[in-house]
């Protein structure tokens, strides 16, 4: 009965310990609605005035030229992509350095049936996450390697074989503290369907949708899908909390009561 008095306390210790946290989710979860359910889908041709308001087009991805960019590496037509070289270091601790880097900043355009609008390409690098990990751009990562050197990737050999990086790059000597490197490339294909949020700027005299605060979101879910995953997520979240605020305590006060009756 004592063992049984203390996995009640402890249940209901992490159980009321946990209240606060859903609770904060919970709010947040319900913020988020209500900034959702005031924003409507504008058309892509409709979007042309820099503003604070912020902005919600869906429509498909595309190059912001309308030609196809070429992947550096794997020469893939894209919309949009980012290719990154790091080098592994040791020292004082496991450390990389940029060798080198491309793409990642250009803007892609979204086009629905009335035209296109420009979107900051930032948006969707893969450095920057988004708040839910379902909700984040449709980009494919087609390169990831970690190499010893150089001749083990042909990305690599690609590149030096174009003079875009040099031999030397890569070279490792005795006293190096270089553990290897680190191959990516990320790309957003041609055609992807996209709902995108974002204030409006203007860049070379062109409209930009995205902005440097606020709320900035890519996602390849259409404005229903993420009206109906924050439904859910206030559900959940509510669910959990009045199981935490309801059965944490009376489990609590279940063991101590029983430990004073054994007492």
Do not use: N
Not at 216 to 223: A, M
């Amino acid at each position: 009965m004592t063992a049984l008095a203390v996995v009640l306390v402890a249940i209901g210790g992490a159980l009321t310990v946990l209240a606060p946290v859903w609770a904060l989710l919970t709010w947040s979860d319900r913020r988020e609605r209500r900034r959702v359910a005031r924003l409507s889908v504008s058309r892509c041709a409709d979007v042309t005035t820099p503003g604070r308001r912020l902005c919600a087009v869906e429509g498909r991805s595309e190059p912001a030229a309308g030609t196809p960019l070429v992947a550096p590496l794997t020469g893939e037509p894209c919309a949009w992509f980012f290719t990154e070289v790091l080098e592994c270091t040791t020292g004082d601790g496991p450390s990389t350095t940029l060798v080198w880097q491309a793409g990642g900043d250009m803007p892609f355009g979204v086009r629905d049936a009335t035209g296109s609008v420009l979107v900051d390409g930032s948006l969707v690098h893969p450095h920057r996450s988004s708040g839910r990990s379902f909700h984040g751009p449709p980009v494919r990562r087609v390169v990831d390697e970690d190499v010893r050197s150089a001749r083990d990737s042909t990305h690599l050999q690609g590149l030096i074989a174009r003079g875009v990086l040099s031999e030397k790059s890569f070279e490792r000597r005795w006293y190096s503290s270089t553990l290897g490197w680190t191959v990516e490339e990320y790309v957003l294909p041609i055609g992807e369907a996209l709902h995108v949020q974002g204030r409006v700027e203007l860049r070379g005299g062109r409209p930009v949708l995205g902005g440097r605060q606020g709320v900035r979101l890519v996602t390849g879910r259409t404005y229903e899908q993420l009206t109906e995953d924050i439904e859910e997520g206030v559900r959940t979240g509510s669910g959990c909390l009045l199981i935490c605020a309801v059965a944490g305590p009376l489990l609590l006060l279940a063991g101590f009561l029983l430990v004073r009756t054994l007492g």
